[in-house]
C-alpha cells in the first residue's frame, strides 16, 4: 500500500485542505451503523425509476450508442429541456446555444460558481441551505456569505436582501436561491420572486436558482422562477434526479443567457468532456414522455408529509409550513434546549430514528432538526410513533 511522499505533504491545494468533511455525510455513515435504525437523513426517494425511462437507456445501449456525446448535450434532450422549461414556466431558451447537459445539478452547481465567481469574489447563500454550497463556493475562491432567514419563515425577502448589501454582503456578485427549499420546504411567493428581483436588478447582481425540486409542490402552491422575471441575470439548474428518481443516474441541466452559456459549455466540457449517452437517451424520454409521473409522485409525497407533519406537531415540534421538496424542518421541543446535534444523536442511539441536525445547514439551523419524508409510509408511521415515545420519555 503506498503512502504519500513525506516531501510532498502538505503541498496539495489548499483550497481542499482547509475544506471540513461533510457532517452531513458523517453523520448519516455513523448513524447507518446502529442496528434497527429508520434513517430520514437523506433526501433520496424510495421509487424506483420508472419502467418507461428505464426502458429508454436500455435501448439506447443496445443501438450501439457508445460514442462522445457533443458538449453540451444531445440534441434530443437539449430540445426536450427547452420544450418542458416553455411548457413548464413559459420561459423561452434555445437547445442550440442556451441549455447544458450536467452530471446531475451538483456539477451543475460547481460549473456555475466556476464560471461565475473570481477568487474573493461575495455570494450571497440564504439559510439553512444544503451544506454542499458552502464547499462549492470556496473551491472556487469565492467567499460564501450567510444569510440567516430563519426570522422570516425560511425566506429570503427583498428588505433582508438590501440589509445584507449594505453591510456583510457589499460587494456581493451573486445570490443564490434554492426553490422549493432544501431543508426547509419552504417555497417561494410570485410577489417574493418580483420584489427580489427588484433588488437583484438594481444591485447589478447575478442570480443563480437552483429548482430541482420544483415538481414537488403541494397543495394550491404554485411554482414561480427568477428566469420569468429576470432571464437576463439569472444562472437556472435543475435535474431529473427528485422528480423522477433518478439520483443515481445523475442527470442535471443549466439554463441562461447565451453569451454567459458559452462559458458554462466551456467549463463543463473541460469537467467531464459530456454527459452518458444512455443517460441522456433516459433524460429525453422522461423529459418528452413522462407527464404521467409528476403527478404520482407528488400524491405520494403529499401523503407522506401529512403523516409526518401531523405526528410531528402532535408530539411538540413547530416548524414553518413545509410547501414543496420532501423536507420538514421541525424545531426541536422546547424541553430539548437548542443543540440539535446532542438531540439528533440521543434520539438515533434511543429511538432507533435518525434525523440531520439543522445546524449543519448554516445560520438559522439550530435547534433545529431536518427529516426527509422520501421514505415508505410504514417507515414514517413507525417513526413517529418512536419519536412520541421518546419525547414522552423525557419530561
Known amino acids: 500500500m503506498p503512502h504519500l511522499a513525506k516531501n510532498l505533504s502538505g503541498t ?14 458523517t453523520f448519516n455513515n455513523e448513524t447507518s451503523k446502529i442496528p434497527g435504525i ?11 425509476t420508472p419502467e418507461h425511462i428505464k426502458r429508454a437507456a436500455i435501448a439506447d445501449i443496445e443501438k450501439d450508442d457508445s460514442h462522445y456525446a457533443p458538449e453540451a ?23 442550440a446555444a442556451e441549455i447544458c447537459v450536467t452530471v446531475g445539478a451538483t456539477e451543475a452547481l460547481n460549473v456555475a460558481c466556476m464560471t461565475l465567481l473570481n477568487p474573493g469574489d461575495k455570494i450571497l447563500v440564504p439559510t439553512p441551505v444544503w451544506g454542499v454550497y458552502f464547499g462549492i463556493i470556496k473551491m472556487a475562491g469565492a467567499i460564501p456569505v450567510e444569510v440567516d432567514t430563519s426570522q422570516d419563515d425560511f425566506l429570503l425577502t427583498a428588505a433582508h436582501l438590501k440589509k445584507v448589501l449594505a453591510n456583510e454582503g457589499k460587494g456581493a456578485k451573486a445570490v443564490i436561491l434554492t426553490d422549493p427549499s432544501n431543508p426547509t420546504g419552504r417555497v417561494y411567493s410570485k410577489q417574493n420572486l418580483l420584489e427580489l428581483a427588484q433588488v437583484i436588478t438594481d444591485n447589478n447582481l447575478f442570480a443563480v436558482t437552483d429548482e430541482i425540486y420544483s415538481e414537488l409542490i403541494y397543495g394550491d ?10 432571464p437576463e441575470r439569472t444562472l437556472f439548474l ?11 443516474w445523475r442527470i442535471g441541466y443549466m439554463a441562461g443567457p447565451k453569451e454567459l ?3 458554462v459549455i466551456k467549463v463543463n466540457s473541460f469537467l467531464i468532456t459530456s454527459v452518458t449517452d444512455n443517460v441522456q437517451a433516459a433524460a429525453t424520454e422522461a423529459l418528452v414522455h413522462g407527464a404521467a409521473d409528476y403527478p404520482v409522485a407528488r400524491a405520494t409525497y403529499g401523503s407522506r408529509l401529512k403523516i409526518i407533519e401531523t405526528g410531528l406537531r402532535k ?11 420532501f423536507y420538514i424542518f421541525a424545531k426541536i421541543p422546547a424541553k430539548f434546549g437548542q443543540d440539535d446535534v446532542k438531540f439528533a444523536i440521543d434520539l438515533a442511539n434511543k429511538a432507533k430514528v435518525a434525523l440531520m441536525p439543522g445546524s449543519y445547514f ?24 418512536r419519536i412520541t415515545d421518546y419525547v414522552d420519555s423525557n419530561l
Open 315 to 325: 408530539c411538540g415540534f413547530s416548524m414553518a409550513t413545509p410547501e414543496g421538496a
Open 362 to 385: 448554516g445560520k438559522g439551523g439550530q435547534g433545529y432538526v431536518r427529516l426527509s419524508y422520501a421514505a415508505s409510509a410504514e417507515d414514517l408511521q413507525e417513526s413517529i410513533r
Open 261 to 263: 452559456m458559452k462559458s
Open 12 to 25: 496539495i491545494n489548499h483550497k481542499i485542505a482547509q475544506l471540513a468533511d461533510s457532517q452531513i455525510t
Open 221 to 230: 402552491k404554485k411554482h414561480y422562477s427568477l428566469t420569468q422575471i429576470i
Open 238 to 248: 435543475s435535474g431529473l434526479s427528485k422528480s423522477f428518481a433518478m439520483t443515481g
Open 73 to 95: 448535450g444531445q440534441p434530443q434532450l437539449l430540445t426536450a429541456i427547452s420544450d418542458y422549461l416553455n411548457d413548464s414556466l413559459g420561459v423561452d431558451y434555445d437547445p
Open 38 to 48: 429508520i434513517k430520514l437523513t437523506i433526501g433520496e426517494p424510495d421509487a424506483n
